[in-house]
Every structure is written in structure tokens, then in C-alpha cells.
């Protein structure tokens, strides 16, 4: 049984900064890429960043790039989300995923596994 569960989320001025969590309970977690992925209400979910295996390959949506920054420690089966400069418009719940494929993707249908999500909320 796969779990990932994301911490860091809460309240936050714009501007300011929140790190993000997700602890994989996965023994492949270290050959798994790995997702951020954001839904905001009354929207689609949509990509925010994903890292390869390695922790070498990286993507990010253009609406965060140059803000947020996305790493991993294998050795505590973790995938961080960091988010700096933060807007209104990022509030969000956050969740991560995690992929078979050793390469970061954007693509949700590539994700097998997803967390539970956790709420960033953005005040102007």
C-alpha cells in the first residue's frame, strides 16, 4: 500500500513563504518521479512542478517558475515543495504524486499514486 502525505500548508501573506512536505511510504520511492499538482476551487487540477529520480530532471508550470523550487531526499523518502514570493492567486490544495516512470513529468495520467492534498491560502 503506497501513501504519500503532504504537511506544510496553511495561511500566509503574499509575498511570504511556506515549505511543503509529502512522505512516501513507498520502498521504490527512490526510482519514482515525483509531482506537485495544485486545485484551486472551481478549477482543474493542474501541474506545478515534478523531479526526476535523481533528483536532476526538472519541470515547473510557467506561473511559478523562479518562485517555487522542487527537491527530494531519498533517503527519507520525501519530496519538498518550496514556495517563495507567494500570490493570491497560488492558494490552492497542493498535492503530490508519485510516478513509475524514473522521468518528471506534468502529465496527471502518468501519476499513479496522489496524497491526501494540503491547503495554502494566500492573503492579499
Known amino acids: 500500500q503506497v501513501q504519500l502525505v503532504e504537511s506544510g500548508g496553511g495561511l500566509v501573506q503574499a509575498g511570504g513563504s511556506l515549505r511543503l512536505s509529502c512522505a512516501a511510504s513507498?520502498?521504490?520511492?527512490?526510482?519514482?518521479?515525483m509531482g506537485w499538482f495544485r486545485q484551486a476551487p472551481g478549477k482543474e487540477r493542474e501541474f506545478v512542478a515534478s523531479i526526476s529520480w535523481s533528483g536532476v530532471g526538472l519541470s515547473y508550470a510557467d506561473s511559478v517558475k523562479g518562485r517555487f523550487t522542487i527537491s527530494r531526499d531519498n533517503a527519507k523518502n520525501t519530496v519538498y515543495l518550496q514556495m517563495n514570493s507567494l500570490k493570491p492567486e497560488d492558494t490552492a490544495a497542493y498535492y503530490c504524486?508519485?510516478?513509475?516512470?524514473?522521468?518528471?513529468?506534468?502529465?496527471?495520467?502518468?501519476?499513479?499514486?496522489w496524497g491526501q492534498g494540503t491547503q495554502v491560502t494566500v492573503s492579499s
Open positions: 504524486a508519485a510516478a513509475p516512470s524514473r522521468y518528471s513529468s506534468r502529465y496527471q495520467s502518468e501519476y499513479d499514486y
Open positions: 513507498v520502498r521504490t520511492f527512490s526510482s519514482a518521479s
